[in-house]
């Protein structure tokens, strides 16, 4: 499991554009990116090289950082990739609440929020060991 940062931001031009920048001055590299958007405000999800640097930075800006544990895992560039790696995981009773995708060091990888028992060993039963910090973040960037 890794960090991925939510930050929810006013449904106003230029605000992502801003958050970005704030990263970007940073020295944060993004690997992914997901926006959702509400009535009110956008849900922006973001794996990065270094979450904890990237919430200190957002947070000195006044934006509202939260961590929390996703799983990140690899899957075959190939038509139904994604279907074989979600399909293994209903086998073990994995819920999917949301997922995205990107691509990490020519890898493809979805990020899923996974809710279920033991989501480690269901996880392992399944056949999927999910990607941990060192696959995806610089070293000590955790």
Do not use: W
Not at 40 to 48: D, L, M, S, T
Not at 110 to 122: A, F, H, Y
Not at 126 to 139: E, F, M, Q, R, W
């Amino acid at each position: 499991m890794i960090d991925q940062l939510t930050v929810f931001l006013p449904n106003e031009p230029g605000r992502l554009a801003r958050m970005a920048r704030v990263l970007g001055d940073a020295g944060i590299q993004m690997h992914a990116l997901m926006v959702a958007d509400t009535a009110e405000f956008g849900i922006v999800r973001i794996i990065c090289d270094t979450p904890r640097k990237a919430a200190k930075a957002l947070a000195n800006e006044g934006y509202h950082a939260a961590a929390t544990k996703v799983l990140a895992i690899e899957v075959n560039n190939v038509p139904g990739g994604l279907a074989d790696a979600l399909e293994e995981l209903a086998k073990v009773s994995l819920n999917v609440e949301y997922a995205y995708c990107a691509s990490i060091g020519g890898r493809t990888i979805d990020v899923l929020k996974v809710t279920g028992n033991d989501v480690e060993k269901q996880l392992a039963d399944a056949g999927h060991i999910g990607l941990s910090n060192v696959d995806v973040y610089v070293p000590d960037g955790d």
